[in-house]
């Protein structure tokens, strides 16, 4: 998946496995998955995938569904 291409109001499905060994964005099975460092709690691991994201493919996103899931929709701002 070409995530350079990645435009405004575009979505993107996600999986995310917080409490990881180290941060990385894997492609699986026809599914992105998130492996983040931080906790789930208390919203650490949401605020990981936001800041990944920025820093990583300089995107702004948010979490448009699944806050409290693993399987997340982004929307790309």
């Excluded at 070409?2 to 894997?26: D, F, Q």
């Excluded at 983040?36 to 979490?63: G, S």
């Amino acid at each position: 998946m070409n995530l350079i291409s990645l435009r405004a109001g575009n979505t993107l499905l996600i999986r995310v496995i917080p409490n990881s060994s180290k941060t990385k964005l894997i492609e699986e099975n026809n599914q992105l998955k998130l492996y983040l460092q931080a906790q789930p709690e208390d919203n650490k691991a949401n605020i990981a995938l936001i800041k990944f994201f920025k820093k990583e493919y300089n995107v702004r996103v948010t979490i448009k569904s699944g806050v409290k899931s693993r399987h997340k929709v982004l929307l790309i701002a």
